[in-house]
Nanobody, 123 residues
Framework: QLQACGGGLVQAGGSLRLSCAAS????????MGWFRQAPGKEREFVAS????????FYADSVKGRFTISRDNAKNAVILQMDSLKPEDTSIYYC??????????????????WGPGTLVTVSS
């Protein structure tokens, strides 16, 4: 089970920090990630991190602005979002894999999904 928090309303250029705590059948040994879905658009990959936390991968649209990290002691993943743009407005979903240890962009590699948290960036 995944539960994300930290969404909200922010002005362009501002920052938000999303966190996602995993419990139950999830394991800190496997990859975790963030995806997002804007109204009328398909879900897209944002960032992922390996089970160890040493490897990360980002979508080109957020590279240099977003940072993904994890706290394995708490079985949690964090997404620090800086220099936010109006086009970052979306529902953000955290995800956890039960079989992949390396960062991955494919949603099918993630087995557990959180309910989503809304991020709104005003211009």
């Amino acid at each position: 089970q995944l539960q994300a928090c930290g969404g909200g309303l922010v002005q362009a250029g501002g920052s938000l920090r999303l966190s996602c705590a995993a419990s139950g059948r999830t394991s800190s040994s496997y990859a975790m990630g963030w995806f997002r879905q804007a109204p009328g658009k398909e879900r897209e990959f944002v960032a992922s991190i390996s089970g160890s936390g040493f490897s990360t991968f980002y979508a080109d649209s957020v590279k240099g602005r977003f940072t993904i990290s994890r706290d394995n002691a708490k079985n949690a993943v964090i997404l620090q979002m800086d220099s936010l743009k109006p086009e970052d407005t979306s529902i953000y979903y955290c995800a956890a894999s039960s079989h992949t240890t390396i960062p991955t962009t494919r949603s099918r590699n993630f087995d557990y999904w959180g309910p989503g948290t809304l991020v709104t960036v005003s211009s």
